[in-house]
């Protein structure tokens, strides 16, 4: 039989003035199981939590009721009162009279009978109570962040400079992503080499970096903490320790190859870096188009190579280490405007991506920083700029805002305008979205300082005409139809979740929305976590977004990796669901419903008329498990429960409550 | 205190239990009451972590040990603290509730509310609201077990 305590607070007048206390503390002498009752004018005081104490060894309590305030208030306050008592936390309820009783029912006639309904029903619930344990993890005090775009490197420079050892793992050759193929940055039109170059340097030379570069993650095991991650380090065919990066290999490389730095704009050789400032300064071997892969001749890298870095039979190589947190910011990709057929991309040489036309900017890009037409060598006097190519777009299925479009196509008219003062731009918008310090602004710097038109419109037909290019579309502010002969088209494409981040997602137990941005666990409240403990997000993979806010976001998620980082055990959810195995079908259901891959299916082994038989049963992982309880309600044959919201304890409940009548 | 079997509705006064999710409508309700509003006690709430634990069986033992209402209430879809909890309770509780009605309950007995921790107005309303009701319903005799006064 249990030995329950019920203890009913005053909280001054505010329980006590619509609250009969002495009419409750009678009735919860009389509830099963109760041994004990009493009363204090605040409990949550020092006194108060000490008459809990004592009451407890004197009378020799084993669960204990509280008649408070809410328990999202003081559950943890009694919690620890109860423990230092000597009872296990958990073998404590709180019945909630104060805000769902006495402050919202008018006199004693109407709260008292209530009252005393929420603290049969507490009590019902504590004589049901199983001492509970939080599981305890240890930490691997060793952080993995996956891509090495800006997020990536701000979050792995933060994370090393609170002493903590992180890995980067980047896909291709260098680090860099994204922000390495952009001419300038807006609203400041800082060059965006200059300041991510020092950036990736920094990392590069951090003693607590280690860049693991043109390498994947192929494997995610474990829970926050001790995550066992698989890398595959594709062969380089470089010896990077040999290596100096003087450049003669490709120099001399004989075959050629589209640059994906450059979007196949331009040809890069076989061997390669994809970019003069690529950090690690070493180049790697493409061997799908090197003449010694493919025919078994040349090796002229191999001959020219001073310090014969070249290593050809260098293979593919797996590392396996232990990580005790994860920060995934693989980024975005460029829509392929190409199904888009009305704006003619891929059919004619000017028209262009937005990305595409920031590489003619570049200095070391593919016309070597002369903004010209690709197709005639000539520069463009009119661009027209098209906006929501492939975003806001709900007939396709895009209805989400790109949300840097509108800010980096007021940045390339106003880096035309300086590059060619005679060109005149022409921007079909449906909304110009400027939110942003110093974002609006600059926008209409753009429209009023550098001649920049806007067209609050959409284009309907692209077709060549001679020389030019003719943009068919309609000002919807005027109702006309425009036809503007451009020298050039620049298409605004959607920001898109990388091909792979499906993938990614699985790999690393993350899930993402009907876009294939990687989730946040709370959109307001937890913008970086995800909802695998342990895992955070950081960058574009999350969903559009620019630099700055990137850079905010990257530092949030390397916070977080620090904080749990700093722990060397971690506390986990003492209310976890658990299987009852023997009954058990293996339908699991459960583990289908559970947001957070807290559920494994194991073989279990059992003796069924004197012979072994494997069967198939759910797992719950106390680690990774927060208590949400979808699947004790998902399970068909009734296996699984919630501790500490059992079923026996909901119904005790409600029996309790319905025993007024 | 058998009065909800007595045809005689004179003196008979609801009894609705509400199940809250611990994240909004729970804090919604400790709203409701911390901004003083006032609703019918004849509510009384039971916590639960998420209204995705919400098992059927719950609301029908309510009913059978003599509630007059049930009120499932959950965090607004989209908002789930654990993200997808309120998806499931809604499909399954929307299926439930015809499930009540096919089987000749009345549906109105049973409502599911998305109350956020922020609506603690919304709380109090959804609670007076079910109780005008509930008393305009009369007692819940169909569903409840006559044995269950016997054990008390």
Sequence with gaps: MPRTGVFICHCGTNIAGTVDIARAIDASRNFPGVVHADEYRYLCSEMGQDLIKNAINENNLDRVVVGTCSPRMHEGTFRKAAAEAGLNPYMLEVANIREHCSWVHRDIEEGTPKAIALLRAAAAKVALNDPLDSPELEVEKRALVIGGGIAGIQAAIDIAEAGYVVDVVEREPSIGGRMAQLEKTFPTLDCSACILTPKMVEAAQHPNINLITYSEVEEVKGFVGQFDVKIKMKARSIDPVKCTGCGVCYEKCPAKAPSEFEMGMTKRKAIYVPFPQAVPNVPVIDRENCLYFKKGRCQICAKECPPQAVDYEQQDQIIERRYGAIIVATGFDQLDPSSYGEYGYGQHPDILTALEFERLFNASGPTGGKVVRLSDGKPPKKVVFIQC??????????????????????????????????????????????????????????????????????????????????????????????????????????????????????????????????????????????????????????????????????????????????????????????????????????????????????????????????????????????????????????SINLKGFTNEQILAEVDAICLQR | MSTALNNNADGWDPLIVAFCCNWCSYAGGDLAGTSRMSYPANVKVIRVPCSGRLNPMFVLRAFQRGADGVLVAGCHPGDCHYSTGNYHSRRRLSSFKRLVEFAGFEPERFEVRWISSSEGDKFAEEMEAITGKIKALGPNRKMRDARWQNVT
């Design chain 1, 389 to 638: 190519i492939g975003s806001r777009d709900k007939a396709r299925g895009m209805n989400y805002c790109s949300k840097i479009c509108c800010m980096f196509t007021a940045k390339q008219a106003i880096l035309l305008k300086e590059k060619v003062p005679d060109a005149k731009s022409y921007v079909f918008y449906i909304d110009v979205r400027t939110a942003g310090k110093g974002y609006e602004e600059f926008q209409r710097r753009a429209a009023e300082e550098y001649d920049v038109a806007y067209l609050r419109g959409q284009v309907g037909k692209i077709f060549p005409e001679g020389d030019h290019l003719v943009v068919h579309g309609v000002d919807s502010l005027s109702g006309k139809v425009v036809d503007i002969k451009a020298d050039m088209v620049v298409l605004a494409a959607a920001s898109i979740a990388r091909a792979d981040a499906p993938e990614v997602g699985r790999i690393v137990g993350i899930n993402s929305d009907s876009y294939h941005f990687f989730n946040e666990a709370h959109p307001k409240l937890k913008p970086v976590e995800t909802h695998t403990a342990g895992v955070f997000i950081a960058g574009a993979c999350q969903a559009p977004k620019d630099i700055p806010d990137t850079v905010a976001q990257a530092g949030a998620a390397a916070v977080k990796a620090i904080g749990l980082l700093s722990k060397d055990v971690l506390k986990g959810e003492a209310c976890t669901a658990i299987v009852n195995q023997a009954e058990c079908s293996g339908c699991l259901y459960c583990e289908a419903v559970c947001p957070y891959n807290a559920i494994n299916h194991i073989e279990i082994e059992e003796r069924y008329h004197e012979e072994m038989h494997k069967r198939t049963v759910a797992e719950v992982n106390p680690s990774l498990c927060q208590g949400c309880g979808s699947c004790s309600v998902a399970c068909r044959s009734g």
